[in-house]
T-cell receptor, first 110, second 112 residues
Framework: SQQGEEDPQALSIQEGENATMNCSYK?????LQWYRQNSGRGLVHLIL???NEREKHSGRLRVTLDTSKKSSSLLITASRAADTASYFC??????????WGAGTKLIIKP | ETGVTQTPRHLVMGMTNKKSLKCEQH?????MYWYKQSAKKPLELMFV???????ENNSVPSRFSPECPNSSHLFLHLHTLQPEDSALYLC???????????FGSGTRLTVV
């Protein structure tokens, strides 16, 4: 399969805790992107990390990329109820396509 | 609102109907995309347009017909669909293919 694969498939944590989601892929990439999707709605772009970058921050989000291991992680610190959503990693491969996985469903319990 | 507007939000159609989905963006983006999202499956890329030219057609059945009259508008014309075509159809745009995508809220399509 060429798709990105998120791990875990589902994650439930208490509000205020940190949430870590992982992603693995199989192709060479130009960049890797993370998106959030609230139930039944469109996806929201969170962060794009290029293949020559190792770490990137945006507010409470931290993304790492290890191209030697073909893996990435998304860390959400101090989680809030509003972070409840599905999170997708999408490697952008050399064929100029985003490769989508099934996502990680994150539930933040109040 | 994200800057990408999709209409209608919901659509129920019979298998013999003809309908169209509309997508509009005024972000100045040059690339536009149609995706299909079915339950428990990864997003499926259907069509890509760059500068109004179709550059990707991922083996989509001919009952789906895209149209891109200008760089701000994208349509998906539907005819003689099957129940398995029921899904969330998402439109997205990007400044170029190597940038983050901006998605619309989607059209929830039900084929009866």
């Amino acid at each position: 399969s060429q798709q990105g694969e998120e791990d875990p498939q589902a994650l439930s944590i208490q509000e205020g805790e940190n949430a870590t989601m992982n992603c693995s892929y199989k192709t060479s990439i130009n960049n890797l992107q993370w998106y959030r999707q609230n139930s039944g709605r469109g996806l929201v772009h969170l962060i794009l990390i290029r293949s020559n970058e190792r770490e990137k921050h945006s507010g409470r989000l931290r993304v790492t990329l290890d191209t030697s291991k073909k893996s990435s992680s998304l860390l959400i610190t101090a989680s809030r109820a509003a972070d409840t959503a599905s999170y997708f990693c999408a490697p952008f491969d050399s064929n100029y396509q985003l490769i989508w996985g099934a996502g990680t469903k994150l539930i933040i319990k109040p | 609102e994200t800057g990408v507007t999709q209409t209608p939000r919901h659509l129920v159609m019979g298998m013999t109907n003809k309908k169209s989905l509309k997508c509009e963006q005024h972000l100045g983006h040059n690339a536009m995309y149609w995706y299909k999202q079915s339950a428990k499956k990864p997003l499926e890329l259907m069509f890509v347009y760059n500068f109004k030219e179709q550059t990707e057609n991922n083996s989509v059945p001919s009952r789906f017909s895209p149209e891109c009259p200008n760089s701000s508008h994208l349509f998906l014309h539907l005819h003689t669909l099957q129940p398995e075509d029921s899904a969330l159809y998402l439109c997205a745009s990007s400044p170029g293919q190597d940038y983050g995508y901006t998605f619309g809220s989607g059209t929830r399509l039900t084929v009866v």
